[in-house]
């Protein structure tokens, strides 16, 4: 059974970078045909993806978001990563770890989706 | 970008049939994935290429995609199934989510 779980502060300030870990369990973060994703979620909103990151290496990430994201995997600790900079409170969110198939340049579904956890940016 | 619509809500009542439509640019040409959100949880896939169901999934919901229309489908609705519904596409080397469907069973 894959299991995700995400963890990092919850309360960021603002212009500052918000880093979360997702820790992945019961699967390696190498293994092949799946990427590592973050989605977020604003309070009462709607989805919205961050990027992903190949176990070895190799990202996509959402253009509106490009220039302030870094998605990274830590294979010795199965984990991947996800750091944010210059965060405003249009930031504030939870934010979701999960698997995403991918085959070639193209990828899919969303899978396998941790518990979520809350951002809150302060001023 | 490209844009993914949804109607903001839709109502059924028990035992009814519920369609939730996702609409895009030659939509049918790329394969879809929807989701189910309950108040309080993580998203879960209820429909992935077009219409396959994840194991688990019960058959009533089912899914197509064709044009540039998506649809999700849920026969027989239930109160269970009351939740927030997203459709998903790939373009551009980007996940798009549509805006959500609220389904209330009445």
């Known amino acids: 059974q894959v299991q995700l779980q995400e963890s990092g502060p919850g309360l960021v300030k603002s212009s500052e970078t918000l880093s979360l870990t997702c820790s992945v369990s019961?699967?390696?973060?190498?293994?092949?045909?799946?990427?590592w994703a973050w989605v977020r979620q604003s309070p009462g909103k709607g989805l919205e993806w961050i990027g992903n990151?190949?176990?070895?290496?190799?990202?996509y990430y959402n253009p509106s978001l490009k220039s302030r994201v870094t998605i990274s995997v830590d294979m010795s600790k199965n984990q991947f990563s996800l750091d944010l900079t210059s965060v405003t409170a249009a930031d504030t969110a939870v934010y979701y770890c999960?698997?995403?198939?991918?085959?070639?340049?193209?990828?899919?579904?969303?899978?396998?989706w941790g518990q979520g956890t809350l951002v809150t940016v302060s001023s | 970008s490209y844009d993914l619509t949804q109607p903001p809500s839709v109502s059924v009542t028990p035992g009814q049939t519920a369609t939730i439509t996702c609409s895009g640019d030659?939509?049918?040409?790329?394969?879809v994935s929807w989701y189910q959100q309950k108040p309080g949880q993580s998203p879960m896939v209820v429909i992935y290429q077009n219409s396959k169901r994840p194991s688990g999934i019960p058959a009533r919901l089912s899914g197509s995609n064709s044009g540039n229309t998506a649809t999700l489908t849920i026969s027989g609705t239930q109160a269970t199934d009351e939740a927030d519904y997203y459709c998903?596409?790939?373009?551009?080397?980007?996940?798009?989510f549509g805006g959500g469907t609220k389904l209330t069973v009445l």
């Open positions: 999960a698997r995403q198939y991918c085959s070639g340049d193209d990828c899919y579904r969303l899978f396998d």
């Open positions: 019961g699967v390696a973060v190498t293994g092949s045909s799946y990427y």
């Open positions: 030659k939509l049918g040409e790329r394969f």
């Open positions: 990151v190949y176990g070895t290496g190799g990202n």
């Open positions: 998903q596409a790939w373009d551009s080397r980007t996940v798009v």
